[in-house]
């Protein structure tokens, strides 16, 4: 078949004419169908993607490219309070909503059955249970099996049968317990702006039968929580492992109520993306916040209670809502940003949130907040950067999304500012940038193939085109198929006429 790209280049394609039969013997006969259907056009850039998918395939090399999945939820915590994405697990594969977590290393699901997990949620999501029965890909990790200790957040252990089990414990006193099960993830690997091709890895996972404290209550409830930490066991960690993903994931969180957004694994390219460095040898994204600025002056702040010198240090985390300081740098924040507007309305409390009743209703009259981190990278925050409103008898009622932490000296940057971004975690330099960003807008992403560097893709491209994509990775699985039949024909020294 002769394909006709864009520019006119007549491209002589190797997929067979429907016409073509292939005689086996005196009376065997294998038709063969046309790949892809008459009346559809590749474009030479499609076609050579095709064919550099295909060889990867024939040179049993993983084929590497941007791992894409959809991003739901929103950050408001009077809404919803937490960001989620899809994943399917499993043969024939099951979808599973799984809470983004940058603060935690393993991707777990509720299984069945499961003590204190919840039936139903009140995000408006179905929720799943897996069953490893079910899954003719599923087998259970052995206590003996060295990726039973591989991941050092978890408290591994060795049940009465065997299997390889964990406990996860949260900051916010909610825990969940369960065992390791390996089977397939099944994803969408985007090789151009116009081309994905359905993929699957063999994963490590966990199957939670134990919920406790908020994993149970039905109002955030999801199907499991999808770690992106740094540990052995991590979604980023294993596929990069596999060559099938680069050890570099980014997202960008719509702050809106409508929520939303990108995440990718791979590189957003942003050319005005700043970079901090990773803190070496912790368990959490940790960095080093050095100050706090408000209205561009600098607070009276020791730079030691954001250190792990004296504490658990700065650690940004799409799994927490909000973002919380240690009281020496709560105090003097709150009230840096109270004399700021105190002219403008009165301060007041609202459940644990320090609030103000702005009878402008503006939001402009709260002052600009810097976060200010080594390598002299700042966050900027606008006043929608930190401030939650709600409306009251005509008056808007703002409040600081920022929390206090007593107990611990800890800071914690969560979705209530890292929302409104493009926020890249580059473990291969070990940094983590971010850039202020229209997260309902397109982005380029910077593609890896064997750990170099390859096209930069862009995400509108490849969602317009994506049934189109569809339609190509299932033809390109059928053209694997034929490879196969025709090497077991060759081997068993058919003749060919």
Request: proline share 5%.
């Amino acid at each position: 078949m002769a394909v006709v790209s864009p520019k006119g280049v007549i491209i002589a394609a190797v997929f067979l004419h429907a016409a073509t039969t292939i005689v086996c013997g005196s009376d065997s006969v294998l038709k063969l169908e046309r790949l892809i259907p008459p009346s559809h056009e590749l474009s030479l850039a499609q076609l050579r993607a095709f064919d550099s998918a295909r060889h990867g395939r024939l040179l049993q090399s993983p084929v590497g490219g941007v791992v894409d999945f959809p991003v739901y939820g929103a950050s408001d915590p009077f809404l919803v309070g937490l960001y989620y994405t899809k994943v399917k697990l499993g043969t024939p594969p099951r979808e599973f909503n799984v809470q983004i977590d940058t603060g935690s290393d393993v991707l777990w699901v509720s299984c069945t059955p499961c003590n204190g997990c919840p039936k139903t949620s009140e995000l408006q999501i179905q929720l799943s249970f897996f069953d490893p029965g079910a899954s003719s890909s599923a087998s259970m990790v052995s206590c003996s099996d060295r990726r039973c200790y591989s991941n050092f957040q978890t408290e591994s252990g060795c049940s009465p049968n065997n299997l390889c089990s964990y406990t996860f414990k949260y900051g916010d006193g909610s825990g969940t317990s369960g065992y390791y099960i390996s089977d397939f993830m099944s994803f969408d690997t985007v090789i151009t702006s116009t081309l994905a091709i359905n993929s699957s890895a063999p994963f490590v996972f966990g199957c939670s039968n134990l919920q406790t404290g908020d994993l149970q209550r039905p109002r955030r409830a999801v199907d499991g929580i999808f770690g992106l930490g740094q540990g052995r066991l991590s979604v980023i960690s294993q596929l990069a492992t596999q060559g099938l993903a680069p050890r570099v994931f980014s997202h960008c969180l719509k702050g809106d109520k409508s929520g939303g957004g990108v995440m990718v694994l791979g590189q957003i390219k942003r050319p005005d993306t700043v970079y901090t460095p990773l803190v070496p040898s912790q368990p959490h994204y940790n960095v080093n916040l050095q100050s706090i600025a408000v209205n561009n002056q600098i607070l009276p702040i020791d730079p030691s209670v954001f250190t792990i010198a004296t504490g658990d240090g700065t650690i940004i985390d799409t799994g927490t809502t909000l973002a919380y300081l240690p009281d020496e740098a709560y105090v003097p924040f709150v009230q840096a940003i109270s004399s700021a507007v105190s002219q403008y309305g009165r301060p007041i409390t609202y459940e644990s949130y320090q609030c103000f009743d702005i009878t402008s209703g503006a939001v402009d009259v709260f002052p600009e907040v810097s976060l200010n981190f080594a390598g002299g990278a700042s966050m900027v925050l606008t006043p929608r950067g930190y401030l939650q409103m709600f409306s009251s008898s005509g008056s808007s009622i703002w409040c600081i999304g920022f929390q206090r932490m007593s107990h611990r000296r800890i800071t914690i940057l969560g979705d209530l500012v890292l929302k409104d971004k493009v926020v890249v975690y580059d473990l291969v330099r070990q940094r983590i940038g971010w850039a202020e960003y229209d997260c309902s807008l397109e982005v380029n992403v910077s593609a890896t193939r064997g750990g170099r560097s390859r096209d930069v893709i862009n995400t509108g491209q490849w969602r317009e085109s994506s049934s189109k994509s569809n339609y190509t990775s299932d033809y390109y699985y059928l053209f694997l198929l034929l490879q196969v039949v025709l090497l077991l024909l060759h081997l068993r020294n058919f003749r060919f006429l």
